[in-house]
């Protein structure tokens, strides 16, 4: 009999750990969810979180299309409970993008899809902005333009600094890419 109630008592003790246990993981997934991603552009998810570490350079290789544009720096973004994009394209047909090429360590920004800009030489770097005096990995043009590499995934790279000039001047500071495919 007493085998029984301690086998009993033991069962329901393990059953009350495990469902609590699922429960937090439940709740902890959900809190990690909700702050990797803060809306999204067009089918496309803006990630808060900042990459930890140096990212490899060969994820910035291809062709980027602009998709997202947010007024302020990425702090006000994470802070943000309810952030806005403002971009708007002036393309009638096409695109503004972005091609990056690693191996050359060169990249061509391109107004409506047409090819008539030049090459630019540029340097993916981590280690101590110029700009904003943090760790992190950043994109060095010509020595005086600085722009942090936020994130970069496979689908999405999240970029800040002074990227499009014509929305520099309305504050826009963060913005959202597409990799074009």
């Known amino acids: ?10 069962v329901a003790l393990l059953q009350s750990c495990i469902v609590s246990t699922a429960a937090k993981a439940v709740k902890g997934v959900a809190k990690v969810g909700y702050k990797a991603v803060k ?6 998810s803006w990630a808060v979180s900042k990459a930890a570490g140096k990212i490899d350079e060969d994820r910035i290789d ?41 191996r050359r360590s060169k990249f061509k920004p391109v107004h409506c899809s ?17 700009l904003t005096k943090e760790k992190e990995n950043y994109i060095d043009i010509n ?16 970029l800040e600094g002074s ?11 963060l913005f959202l890419l597409e990799k074009v495919k």
């Open 1 to 10: 009999m007493k085998k029984i109630i301690l086998a009993i008592a033991t």
């Open 39 to 44: 809306g999204t552009v067009k089918g496309v």
């Open 62 to 102: 291809g062709t980027w299309k602009i998709v997202g544009a947010y007024n302020g720096s990425f702090e006000q973004f994470s802070n943000d409970p309810n952030p806005e994009t403002s971009f708007n394209s002036d393309c009638v047909e096409g695109y503004d993008q972005i091609i990056f090429n690693s």
């Open 114 to 130: 047409t090819e008539k800009e030049d090459w630019q030489k540029y340097d993916f770097e981590f280690g101590k902005n110029p």
């Open 143 to 158: 020595g005086n333009n600085y722009l942090s590499v936020i994130d970069i995934n496979n689908k999405t790279m999240i």
């Open 163 to 173: 990227l499009m000039p014509k929305l520099s001047f309305s504050g826009a500071k």
